[in-house]
């Protein structure tokens, strides 16, 4: 549920933390019956757990699209992620992914633990595809067939540029978002966003991810996977691996703090994006992960143990953001406590200082105009003295040994 130590120092996380075990036991209560469906969600809730929370509160149809498109884009995902297939197999597997998913007879073994369930047990993914509605399933396909060629393109090369960067994010990540707002738009809950629009909601949670994952990235065996763009590594090191070794730190978190001055930039359309949903279920879908990932890369910034281990939110405040993120109030505070608190990490000698403030204060400018920051409750920036954590764990003894006494 969350750690004990991480519990005791934020004791008001436990309400949430208990609330999210609920609904997840309630999701998979609704799993439906039929064997194919019930293995897509199964699935989902093995590879994304709070993303299958998020998901099975859209409404029926819409859920099992969405269930659908992201397993195959995880499927899609697992063939370009598995470093040990050959190029030239690789590459025509994802350039004709698009038409696989119509083939219940089709599968490919590859990737591990629960990746490799899912592409070994492909059929049951078809199945469910072919019983979607023909709307779903075009936009399905569409997208497949463009991330599929574009995953096949960088298979091929490095990325140098910025602007290959950004390419390669929305091949992954930005085609998702498209895709997305197809099928809000398909069922006719939502209107079709603009493409820029839906592009930067998925560039924003790639480029996070990108840069939290470095470590990761960067010992992958049997090669190593390199997604940072030389042209902003280059700057501080010779080689991208070299920034994880410790007498590089100073340039490493200076290059680190460059990646995310670039990821701050997609923010402004994140909240336009968000503003203009209507339907409260496709907004906490949307809304969720996209906190997540500003508050993600508040604790990355600055932050040497990036290129350490794994740097992430507590899982704590990861059940509070899911609790509590319900309209544009929350939303708007969220990301203004987070660059808040990125803020406060800016160091006036990093090379990217002025230009890291810039992007900040362009968030919490969009913040305030918006007139809802007062409508909500802070829960990300916090500072209450040791006594509070107490009093909140005596009241939830309390309630613990009333319960036990009416129980007898």
Excluded at 80 to 103: A, N
């Amino acid at each position: 549920m969350g750690s004990l130590g991480a519990m005791l120092k934020h004791p008001e996380d436990v309400y949430p933390l208990l609330k999210l075990r609920l609904a997840a036991k309630n999701a998979e209560k609704q799993i439906p019956p039929q064997p194919h469906w019930a293995f897509c969600f199964t699935m989902l809730h093995k590879v994304s757990r709070s993303f299958a929370l998020v998901i099975q509160q859209l409404g029926p149809d819409l859920r099992n699209a969405v269930c659908i498109f992201y397993l195959v884009l995880r499927a899609l995902d697992t063939v370009e992620d598995d470093t040990s297939i050959p190029s030239d197999v690789k590459v025509p597997i994802l350039e004709g992914f698009h038409r696989h998913i119509y083939d219940p007879n089709w599968h490919f073994s590859c990737g591990t633990k629960d990746y490799k369930v899912l592409m070994d047990r492909f059929h049951d993914l078809s199945i469910a595809f072919l019983e979607l509605g023909r709307g779903y399933q075009e936009a399905i396909a569409d997208i497949t067939k463009r991330m599929g060629a574009g995953m096949a393109k960088f298979i091929l090369k490095e990325v140098e540029t910025v602007e290959e960067y950004d390419e390669y994010c929305h091949y992954v990540a930005g085609l998702v978002g498209l895709g997305l707002s197809k099928l809000f738009h398909a069922s006719e809950l939502e209107d079709l966003a603009p493409d820029s629009l839906s592009n930067s909601m998925g560039l924003f949670l790639q480029k996070t991810n990108i840069i939290r994952d470095y470590l990761e990235d960067i010992n992958e065996i049997p090669k190593s996977r390199m997604f940072w763009p030389r042209e902003i590594w280059s700057k501080y090191a010779d080689k991208l691996e070299d920034l994880k070794y410790e007498e590089n730190s100073v340039k490493a978190v200076q290059c680190l703090n460059d990646m995310v001055t670039n990821a701050l930039l997609h923010v402004e359309d994140c909240l336009t994006y968000m503003s203009a949903l209507r339907d409260p279920a496709i907004f906490r879908f949307c809304a969720i992960p996209q906190i997540m990932a500003i508050g993600t890369l508040a604790l990355c910034y600055n932050n040497v143990e990036v290129f350490r281990g794994v740097v992430k939110m507590r899982r704590g405040l990861t059940a509070k953001v899911i609790d509590r993120t319900n309209s544009m109030s929350d939303v708007y505070g969220a990301f203004f406590d987070f660059s808040c608190m990125l803020k406060s990490k800016i160091e006036r000698s990093d090379p990217n200082a002025t230009k890291t403030l810039s992007c900040i204060e362009t968030i919490q400018r969009v913040c305030r105009e918006s007139g809802l920051l007062n409508r909500r409750r802070s829960y990300v920036v916090e500072s209450r003295p040791i006594y509070y954590s107490v009093i909140i764990w005596l009241i939830i003894l309390l309630a613990i040994i009333i319960a036990f006494v009416s129980r007898r």
